[in-house]
């Protein structure tokens, strides 16, 4: 392995943490990965979870929004359901209403949705992928409204999400083709299933990252099976800052994104893509 | 391969907040994650206290739910407060401390690490998903004041319990 290791103590005396830095690791946003012709990105969201200081009125806010966004016409509103106290709850014990949490608004086509909640806001934008600028200055604007329909306080987690679903051929598949680390059966037992799912810290940074990959059998408009590639980068720590340095963040947020992916994925499969 | 986990729950990290989605493949892949937490988590053999503590807030909020409910006149403890609070007990990282339950005569919900009489943090979750708190961190230290709960357990708060709760 090339890059160095080395141990090194942090935290206070009385309860020291041993972490393994890899001393070389670094966000580099200025690095370029390879274009993809057929990206497979089936949805990219962009999700900033922080308290409306504005009163969360369903009334006020709702008229707000659709006055401002009459590019996601179709409005929904989003209500709380009561919470069952047994482990096997009858289905009935779903759907008493505990009030009005916020709105979803979704565009004509259904290819962008916008949560507005007291808590969090959501911007979410569905295959086919148009490109990291399209996004992030979409996803940007629609929170540009949610800024000033709630003025929300400090950020306590901002998450950018990408969900990537690469078709597979036919029986048998060779995960092996496709992923850098892949799951492995047991001798003369064919996998006919699998989840992994991973969390990893990123060095000097508040950021952590979880990859999750699985199988998504033939369903719904898709006619081969999948295999899906789920990237979700988010921060740990509160954060608040100006317009711009959150633009930063998501520019590291999207480097993680794409190292991940990238170094998931076979040369093979990465050709297959391109 | 490195495994970089911490080795106490003093240094374990929040449990994972998963950002939202939207469409038909993150419904399934947040169900599929879903079920193998739960199949995770209703293990006996895995249980680290939390199972008890969601049992106790089950009977806690039951107990609690009407207005007078101590016989003094207190506030009921509402659905919103219930969820928050066990939300809150769901994002406490794997092998943490488990923390006791009880209910306030203003209808909030309390949740307490006690160490011993000069060690201890208190929570208090109001209706709105605020955390209210209180902690002694020896014979000198307080510290209180006031986080809102997003899905996650702000880090300041966490850090607390842990100075409390470390030997």
């Keep these: 392995m090339s890059m160095a290791h080395k141990f090194a103590m942090v935290g206070n005396a009385s309860h020291r943490i041993m972490h393994v830095i890899m001393s070389d690791f670094a966000i580099r946003t200025e690095e370029v990965f390879p274009t993809m ?32 966004l009459p590019d996601l016409p179709k409005t929904e509103p989003l209500h709380g359901m009561k919470m069952p106290l047994k482990a096997n709850p009858s289905p009935l014990a779903h759907t ?10 979704r565009s004509a086509d259904g290819k962008q949705a916008a949560t507005f909640q007291r808590d969090s806001f959501g911007f979410s934008l569905l295959a086919p992928y148009p490109g990291w600028e399209t996004f992030v200055e979409r996803a940007l604007a629609v929170w540009q409204v949610h800024q000033e329909v709630a003025r929300p306080g400090e950020l306590m987690r901002i998450g950018l999400r990408f969900i990537n679903r690469i078709p597979l051929g036919q029986n048998p598949i060779e995960l092996d083709d496709y992923l850098v680390a892949g799951p492995k059966a047991l001798d003369g037992m064919p996998l006919a299933g699998f989840l992994q799912s991973e969390t990893m810290t990123v060095p ?15 369903q719904g408009a898709y006619a081969q099976a999948g295999l899906i590639i789920d990237i979700d980068v988010g921060t740990t720590q509160p954060w608040e800052g100006t317009a ?10 999207r480097w993680l994104k794409n190292k991940a992916f990238f170094g998931s994925l076979t040369e093979k499969a990465q050709v297959l893509l391109k | 391969m490195t495994l970089d986990m911490p080795y106490s729950y003093f240094s374990a990290p929040p449990a994972v907040v998963r950002t939202m989605g939207f469409g038909s493949d993150a419904q399934f892949i947040d169900s599929r994650a879903l079920e193998s937490h739960e199949r995770l988590s209703h293990a006996w053999s895995l249980d680290d206290g939390r199972r008890q503590v969601q049992e106790a807030l089950v009977e806690r909020f039951e107990n609690a739910s009407r207005p007078g409910w101590d016989g003094y006149g207190a506030e009921a403890v509402s659905q919103a407060t219930y969820r928050h609070a066990y939300g809150v007990v769901e994002a406490l990282p794997r092998g943490f401390p488990m923390p006791t339950v009880g209910a306030e005569p203003d209808g909030h919900l309390t949740l307490e690490w006690y160490r011993n009489p000069s060690r201890v943090v208190s929570v208090s979750v109001s209706p709105e998903g605020d955390l209210h708190y209180a902690a002694l961190l020896g014979s000198a230290a307080r510290r209180n004041g006031t986080e809102p709960f997003l899905g996650s357990i702000p880090a300041d708060l966490l850090e607390i319990i842990r100075r409390v709760m470390s030997v």
């Design chain 1, 96 to 105: 008493e209403d505990l009030g009005w949490l916020g709105v979803v608004m």
């Design chain 1, 244 to 253: 711009a340095a959150l633009r930063t963040r998501l520019q590291e947020m």
């Design chain 1, 37 to 68: 012709r057929r990206a497979p990105v089936t949805e990219a969201v962009l999700e900033l979870r922080t308290r409306a200081e504005a009163p969360w009125e369903a009334e006020v806010i709702t008229k707000r929004l659709t006055e401002v």
């Design chain 1, 204 to 218: 000097r940074s508040d950021y952590q990252l979880q990859i999750i990959r699985t199988i998504q059998p033939p």
